[in-house]
């Protein structure tokens, strides 16, 4: 990345998170102060943090670098802190440097500045945002993951949609992403779906079959319309048991159903990179080969397990296992690898699993969960931390319960899947992008009122039509400033070398910062793996485009279009055009599709 020097606060080659760039100039600072003998010359600046200040009031760059400097330069915060104020003062973008509280450093950017930044922006175009601070490091980001068991309902479209968000968020960072799906083709789900599909067959072949045939299976109507599309080796013939059919039948089925789910995924505009098969990590040996390193590692020992909490001892049958030492990791409890006929547990599929992920060079791992599977990430993690030596690192999210409304009420469950809504259903309804964005209105572990009412409304309490129509009020006002000057130039390259600085009014500038934080915005929500706060930021910016537009409803002197003074309307077309380059940048982030009008 081309670095800024401390007086120079133009346009770089890569843009720079100007929180990045600050703390460079703090940096610097101090390298200074060291040179004139005011701090020593070797001083570790690793715990400096320059971030936008809680209250806006305070100033537009704060950072906390005289109170951890000060031990080691034996000087007092504050002391420092005014030495620090003064050189900083003396950056050519910064209008006032103060110290605050026990030695806090707050500054204020020159209007200079931040007219710059929205150049960059229009120079830069849907690319302003994206950094290189992920450094090209490989991240295995696996999300869905469903049992291949039918089609997908609404809780994993929520995981989804924030695991592909938070891939997509990712790239954006500059880490080199792998999106995977790992498909559990193994265990007691694949043989009740074999079933399910084996009754259907015997049922197109004109045999009655009992209601009670079906309990504990999957009854939806879509295991019938797989059933159908069977080839005719697999169709039924009186008399054949499942058994006889079994494998052949789960291996159709299997594929059947991930057809199902790569059409609903297909359908929200998602497309994983790799599938793995937990059959495959079974039959290739796999499960052994990590089993075989815990217990070189000396972490498997044969024992036998405490009675889980609040099960009556009447009721528990100690038995000696073969047990992994994963409270040594953080877990609760030592796992068990081996059932009581010697079979492998699921937890030791898992861990072969992931043992796969990072021999395959991945030692970032991100999964995303339903809620159902929280009590389950301890051990995941023990069992990374165990086989990697703690070289890898796995993040765990967890995707709580989607409520499904309608006006405020419960949406009955689906025919087509006999036990709920499809998410199919509900893209059809209201389509892609309201899923899409409506699924990151919440952080990922709280939960999610989903309602068909309100995300149809055309309201501000509606976040996806509020950040939708802000991007379309842009398009109208070139549409309208052609109108007026129909030879006029309103490109991205002529609206950057406008009279910006010709933008003064608070409310102007204030916009203008609101955009130029969105390169912190990326950085830090990819640290966090938190998409969801690219849709806050979204909103707020959209609400503060609305704000200003309303502004010139009440005072024409505001509005974005002048007749009488094109240099001016250039100039406030190119911050709402700064607005809404940075409105798409984010809107592909969440993987929606910017509109320039609204329906």
Request: proline share 4%; net charge negative; aromatic share 8%.
């Amino acid at each position: 990345m081309v670095r800024r020097p401390l007086g120079d606060p133009g346009v770089a080659a890569e843009i720079m998170n100007l929180f990045t760039m600050f703390r460079e100039a703090v940096a610097q600072a101090v390298a200074e102060l060291g040179a004139r003998g005011d701090l020593p010359a070797e001083i570790d600046c690793g715990a400096i943090v320059v971030e936008p200040p809680r209250d806006p009031d305070h100033g537009d760059v704060t950072t906390n670098a005289a109170m951890v400097l000060s031990k080691a330069a034996g000087q007092k915060p504050r002391d420092l802190a005014g030495k620090l104020a003064a050189a900083l003062g003396r950056h050519p973008a910064v209008r006032a440097a103060d110290v605050a509280g026990p030695g806090f450093i707050n500054l204020r950017l020159a209007d200079s500045f931040w007219i710059e930044r929205l150049a960059e922006i229009l120079r830069t175009g849907v690319g302003y945002g994206d950094s290189e601070s992920g450094q090209g490091i490989k991240v295995n980001v696996e999300y869905v993951s469903a049992n291949p068991t039918g089609p997908l309902h609404v809780g994993h479209g929520r995981g989804a949609v924030f695991g592909d968000a938070l891939a997509n968020l990712l790239s954006k960072a500059g880490y080199k992403v792998t999106r995977e799906y790992y498909i559990n083709d193994a265990g007691a789900q694949i043989e009740a779906l074999a079933k399910s599909h084996f009754l259907r067959l015997r049922e197109l072949a004109g045999e009655a079959v009992g209601a009670g045939e079906y309990e504990g299976l999957y009854p939806g109507e879509y295991v019938a319309e797989s059933a159908r599309k069977f080839p005719a080796s697999l169709r039924y013939q009186s008399g054949q048991a499942f058994a006889e059919r079994r494998a052949d039948i789960e291996k159709e089925a299997i594929a059947s159903m991930l057809r199902l789910i790569r059409d609903d995924l297909a359908a929200l505009g998602i497309h994983h990179e790799v599938f793995t098969s937990e059959r495959e990590i079974n039959a290739t040996g796999e499960v052994q080969a990590a089993y075989d390193l815990l217990k070189a590692k000396g972490l498997i020992y044969h024992g036998v397990l405490e009675p889980p909490k609040g099960m009556k001892l009447d009721d528990w049958e100690p038995r000696e296992q073969d047990l992994f030492r994963s409270s040594q990791f953080g877990d609760d409890v030592d796992r068990p690898l081996k059932k009581s006929d010697g079979s492998w547990t699921y937890f030791a599929g898992d861990i072969a699993y992931h043992y796969d992920k990072f021999r395959r060079g991945f030692a970032q791992q991100i999964d995303v969960w339903g809620a159902d599977h929280a009590g389950y990430v301890k051990r995941v993690n023990a069992a990374v931390k165990a086989l990697s030596g703690g070289a890898a690192e796995l993040d765990v999210k967890i995707c709580q319960l989607v409520n499904l409304l309608d006006g405020g009420q419960p949406v009955k469950m689906s025919k087509r899947s006999g036990s709920f809504v499809t998410l199919r259903e509900v893209i059809e309804r209201v389509g892609r992008d309201v899923v899409r964005f409506i699924m990151l209105t919440r952080k990922n572990d709280a939960p999610l009122d989903f309602d068909f009412q309100k995300v149809s409304e055309q309201s501000k309490d509606n976040p996806v039509f509020y950040v939708q129509y802000a991007h379309a009020r842009v398009a109208s006002l070139k549409r309208r400033a052609l109108e007026a000057w129909p030879d006029g130039n309103f490109g991205d390259g002529a609206l950057a070398a406008a009279e910006l600085a010709r933008l003064t009014h608070p409310a102007e500038l204030a916009l203008i910062r609101r955009i130029a934080a969105w390169p912190q915005v990326v950085e830090s929500a990819a640290r966090a793996h938190e998409p969801h706060r690219v849709a806050f930021y979204l909103y707020d910016v959209a609400a503060a485009f609305h704000a200003l537009w309303n502004m010139g409803n009440d005072d024409p002197g505001l509005r974005f279009v002048l007749a009488e003074d094109i240099a001016l309307s250039r100039a406030r077309l190119a911050l709402a055009r700064g607005v809404a380059l940075v409105i798409a940048s984010g809107l592909a982030v969440i993987g929606v599709t910017p509109a320039d009008e609204m329906r």
